[in-house]
């Protein structure tokens, strides 16, 4: 069975800062990894997604993330916050080469960003 | 283009009631995925359709039953609503291996 564990269910920092939201993920199969952000009031949009063509993958709004085997880590991570980053942020995990409309998310981590 | 649009974006009901959500794919678009978002946690995939049949589904009673039309819409009906029944219901839809297009939800809240 898949699994998905956000540790931390809210972060904050100061605009500028880094940021890392932070995702161990459990598969059975070797996995597709997804990142979501879902702002106020609206549905999911995807950032990025690793499907094994390269292990550090860049998605939108400057966001990128890491697939790690070892440590079955897939964190999030962006340079520099800015107030519009501050949202809900979700990891998932599918079956490669499954049926990629079922997704497993995590609980989601809360990002906060200060002025 | 419109992307995957829900009806209604809120609702309310009372216990016993059933309940029926409707979601239109984003166009080009032929499968469909149902999901639950309860509040403060992450979306608990439900159901999805692809040529009008349930092709996978999760751990969901069998309250929870849908339907895929022709024209790739879908509908997502709760028999029996419980208050654990009160979430954000969100509609996802997809062409082939392409990535999930979600809308913005129907907020269920049953009293």
């Known amino acids: 069975a898949q699994s998905v564990t956000q540790l931390g269910s809210h972060v904050s920092v100061s605009e500028g800062a880094l940021v890392l939201l932070r995702c161990n993920y459990s598969?059975?199969?070797?996995?597709?990894l997804f990142w979501y952000v879902q702002y106020p009031n609206q549905g999911l949009q995807l950032l990025l997604k690793?499907?094994?063509?390269?292990?550090l993958v860049k998605g939108i709004n400057g966001f990128e993330a890491e697939f790690k085997k070892s440590e079955t880590s897939f964190h999030l991570t962006k340079p520099s916050a800015h107030m519009s980053d501050a949202a809900e942020y979700f990891c998932?995990?599918?079956?490669?080469?499954?049926?990629?409309?079922?997704?497993?998310f995590g609980q989601g981590t809360t990002l906060q960003v200060k002025p | 283009d419109a992307g995957v649009t829900q009806s209604p974006t809120h609702l309310i009901k009372t216990r016993g009631q059933q309940v029926t959500l409707r979601c239109s794919p984003k166009?080009?678009?032929?499968?469909v995925s149902w999901y639950q978002q309860a509040l403060g946690q992450g979306p608990q995939f439900i159901f999805q359709?692809?040529?009008?049949?349930?092709?996978q589904r999760g751990n969901f009673p069998d309250r929870f039953s849908g339907h895929q039309f022709p024209n790739y819409s879908s509908e997502l009906n709760v028999n029996a609503l419980l208050l654990g029944d009160s979430a954000l219901y969100l509609c996802?839809?997809?062409?082939?291996?392409?990535?999930?297009?979600f809308g913005s939800g129907t907020q269920l809240s049953v009293l």
């Open positions: 996802a839809s997809r062409q082939g291996e392409e990535k999930l297009f």
């Open positions: 598969s059975s199969v070797p996995p597709y």
């Open positions: 690793y499907t094994s063509a390269a292990t």
């Open positions: 998932a995990v599918s079956e490669r080469g499954g049926n990629t409309g079922k997704l497993i």
């Open positions: 166009s080009g678009h032929d499968t």
């Open positions: 359709y692809y040529e009008e049949e349930e092709r």
